[in-house]
Nanobody
Framework: QVQLVESGGGLVQAGGSLRLSCAAS????????MGWFRQAPGTERKFVAG????????TYADSVKGRFIISRDNAKNEVYLHMNSLKPEDTGVYYC???????????WGQGTQVTVSS
């Protein structure tokens, strides 16, 4: 059974930093991409950052460019989101997403709360 377990969320003041981690387990097929999405109360889940597993190429939402960095550890099947210069509008539940296998199956983690106080 595939599991994605996020960690690292919490409460931080504006301007602070956090690092989120997502560990994937239970999957034998090849990873394609991993990414982070966030969902604020009353809004849709939105893309934050993504990384291609094979070559490490990255993409970011405009709102986080220059502040967030996504990285991966292929050996550990983990992806990270380094969040710097956090703003109150970065508050939300952050979800890890994995796309894997020839059929590009999509898996989600349970989410981790990030709260940025002003």
């Amino acid at each position: 059974q595939v599991q994605l377990v996020e960690s690292g969320g919490g409460l931080v003041q504006a301007g602070g930093s956090l690092r989120l981690s997502c560990a994937a387990s239970g999957l034998t097929s090849s990873f394609y991409t991993m990414g982070w999405f966030r969902q604020a109360p009353g809004t849709e889940r939105k893309f934050v950052a993504g990384i291609t597993w094979r070559d490490g190429s990255t993409t970011y939402a405009d709102s986080v460019k220059g502040r967030f960095i996504i990285s991966r550890d292929n050996a550990k099947n983990e992806v990270y989101l380094h969040m710097n210069s956090l703003k109150p509008e970065d508050t939300g539940v952050y979800y890890c997403r994995l796309i894997a296998g020839q059929l590009r199956a999509v898996y989600w983690g349970q989410g981790t709360q990030v709260t940025v106080s002003s």
